[in-house]
């Protein structure tokens, strides 16, 4: 009896580049057919815009920011174009849940040369890219409605990618740790008061000096500042705080979301 060489499959190295874009690529590839779905985290800011801004903003006059009068319309958009950052980094981030739970997505591309680490960044980086899509869209309502007063303004979309960032690696982190669907329902819980109390609608200084305090820690108030400081042309130096604080968090969300990913799938 005669047997012929052994026949072995050499699986290729992958080429050198960022693994994580690979799932970048996938999950591009498996939401395309249902875009309009992602357009919805977009509207909901515009249309607060739309509603509190511009109606609102007839009888409310200007706020002054900084010692300096400001409409209240140019008051708002930059908090609506941070609004729009974090929905839609949190809203796509929210999304790893099924596909670690259930769709057991991972599992199979762990099964490939990719990590955990570059799961995790292959996330982290498509959720970035949902708010940023937001914000760039938000930012060009912005301009055609005038809401722009400096030139500086165009380090808006910048800052809107950071805090994408520092939202969808903390939101990726978050969702690591979620059990069921039921847990999906703290995300708007956590949103929600984010959205409502981060100088959003009012200065800082109209609240009391303990939710002051409060509205301080939040990350949206940090984006919100900056991109607000921008787009006005009011510049301080309290600016590199906010960048900072954004950028570690969105770093921290990274380092969690590797390890909680490599815990639950290679253990």
Do not use: C
């Not at 057991?104 to 960044?121: E, H, Q």
């Not at 009011?234 to 604080?245: G, K, R, S």
């Amino acid at each position: 009896m005669t047997t012929g060489p052994l026949l072995t499959r050499v699986v290729p190295p992958l080429p050198r580049r960022w693994r994580g874009g690979y799932v970048f690529e996938r999950n591009i590839a498996a939401t395309k057919s249902f875009w309009p779905v992602y357009l919805s985290g977009f509207f909901d800011p515009l249309f607060y815009l739309l509603a509190i801004g511009v109606g609102i903003g007839q009888l409310a006059g200007d706020v002054e920011v900084a010692g300096v009068p400001v409409e209240y319309t140019a008051f708002v958009a930059p908090a609506m174009l941070a609004a729009s950052a974090m929905n839609g980094a949190v809203y796509e981030s929210t999304n790893m849940f099924f596909k670690l739970k259930y769709a057991k997505t991972y599992d199979g591309i762990l099964a490939t040369p990719l990590g955990a680490r570059d799961v995790a960044t292959g996330e982290i980086a498509f959720s970035l890219a949902r708010g940023a899509v937001y914000s760039l869209a938000f930012l060009i309502v912005m301009a055609i409605m005038g809401l722009i007063g400096s030139p500086w303004g165009v380090f808006a979309l910048p800052a809107a990618i950071l805090i994408g960032f520092a939202f969808s690696a903390m939101g990726t982190a978050a969702t690591t740790y979620m059990r069921s669907w039921q847990d999906l329902d703290l995300v708007t819980l956590v949103t929600l008061p984010l959205f409502l109390f981060s100088a959003t609608f009012y200065p800082i200084d109209i609240y009391p000096e303990f939710i002051q305090i409060v509205t301080w820690l939040s990350p949206l108030y940090h984006g919100v500042e900056l991109i607000r400081g921008l787009t006005l042309g009011i510049l301080e130096w309290t600016m590199v705080i906010n960048v900072a604080y954004l950028a570690t968090m969105g770093l921290a969300g990274s380092l969690v979301t590797g390890r909680r990913v490599g815990d639950l799938l290679l253990k």
